[in-house]
């Protein structure tokens, strides 16, 4: 299965469209994870027109998007757990507010966003995953965005690229 992990879209403050690299993943996506950000309601219907969407709402997103997303989810799929949450709030750092938000439960995988810097890492066996923002690198080098395929593990991986258009 190929998850394509989206956050931090920003659309249309920071980008009118998706990026094509974005696209072309998304054309071929089992589903689309976006952690938080899009900004608009349009945004989401945006990407649900690529295929099965799942999402949270963030910081700058809009009320029509709240009414139709939780700030949290727990995706149950091919028989791993995924934690969904933008991250952002106040005290710790960005990853630490999203570990917070499953601490007690059994997670294979934690996805975020709100810092618009990727990672990836390993920690007490659970996998910590921002996919960066598509749309606004900030003081990053490229943008990016994540892809996830679910097989007997989880492989994560980022994509990333100098141009949003």
Same mark, same amino acid.
């Given at each position: +299965?190929?998850i394509? =992990?989206?956050?931090?879209?920003h659309?249309?403050?920071?980008a009118?469209?998706?990026?094509?690299?974005l !696209?072309?993943? +998304?054309?071929?996506?089992?589903?689309i994870?976006?952690?938080?950000?899009w900004q /608009?309601?349009?945004v989401y219907q945006? %990407?649900?027109?690529y295929?099965? =969407?799942t999402g949270?709402t963030?910081?700058?997103?809009s009320?029509e %998007?709240?009414?139709?997303l939780?700030s949290?989810?727990? =995706?149950?799929?091919?028989?791993?757990?995924?934690?969904?949450?933008h991250?952002?709030?106040r005290?710790?750092?960005t990853?630490?507010?999203a570990k #917070?938000?499953?601490?007690?439960?059994?997670?294979?995988?934690?996805i975020?966003? *709100?810092? *618009?810097?990727? +990672?990836?890492k390993e920690?007490?066996?659970v !996998?910590?995953?921002?996919?960066?923002?598509? /749309?606004?690198?900030?003081?990053?080098?490229?943008f #990016?965005?994540? %892809?996830?395929? %679910?097989?007997? /593990?989880i492989?994560? *991986?980022?994509i990333?690229y100098?141009?949003?258009?």
């Open positions: +299965m190929k394509v =992990v989206v956050s931090d879209t659309i249309p403050k920071r009118k469209k998706f990026p094509q690299p !696209i072309c993943e +998304m054309e071929t996506a089992d589903l994870i976006h952690a938080g950000d /608009t309601f349009e945006e %990407l649900s027109a295929g099965n =969407v949270v963030g910081n700058v997103d009320p %998007l709240g009414r139709v939780n949290r989810e727990l =995706v149950a799929i091919e028989g791993f757990k995924i934690g969904v949450v991250g952002h709030g005290g710790k750092s990853v630490n507010r #917070s938000a499953f601490a007690g439960e059994k997670v294979d995988c934690i975020f966003g *709100h810092s *618009h810097i990727p +990672m990836y920690e007490d066996g !996998i910590l995953f921002n996919p960066g923002s598509a /749309t606004d690198k900030r003081r990053q080098g490229k #990016s965005f994540g %892809l996830i395929n %679910l097989g007997n /593990t492989e994560a *991986h980022h990333y100098p141009d949003k258009e």
